[in-house]
């Protein structure tokens, strides 16, 4: 009699298809995927959900006119007198609304210029006044 044992082959399993298969559904999710860049400016706008801003009584409103004056809660400014403002209102509270209202023809360097000097201050609450009609992009 024979009492040997016969030996058992070791199941292998094969992973080339499912490897194919997680290749297919990175490619379809990479594929299927858009990629949103954020703005090179970071401004964060106050959230209504109105078409009206509400403000406060301690909000700061900036205008910039066509010529590229700039007055601060109605009163012509040079830079240092805007610079001197935005350092009182963030002494006074460093959480103030900055009310930006820039003509449409204004250069665009402006505005950035007033919104750096807002920031170099610590005011980070920026809003950027817009009328609500119809859009004018692209119109002239």
Do not use: C
Request: overall charge negative; proline content about 4%.
């Amino acid at each position: 009699m024979n009492f040997a044992r016969a030996r058992r082959v070791d199941p292998v399993v094969d992973v080339t298809p499912l490897i194919d298969i997680i290749f297919q559904l990175v490619l379809f999710f990479m594929v299927s995927t858009t990629f949103i860049s954020a703005p090179g400016i970071e401004v964060d706008l106050p959230r209504s959900s109105s078409d009206t801003v509400l403000r406060d009584s301690d909000d700061l409103s900036i205008w910039v006119s066509a010529d590229g004056a700039v007055y601060v809660d109605e009163e012509p400014v040079d830079f240092k007198g805007l610079e001197a403002a935005l350092n009182k209102a963030a002494k006074d509270n460093p959480s103030t609304l900055i009310m930006l209202k820039a003509d449409r023809t204004v250069d665009h360097g402006r505005v950035v210029a007033v919104m750096d000097a807002a920031r170099r201050y610590g005011l980070t609450h920026l809003a950027i006044a817009t009328e609500l009609q119809g859009s004018d992009f692209g119109k002239d």
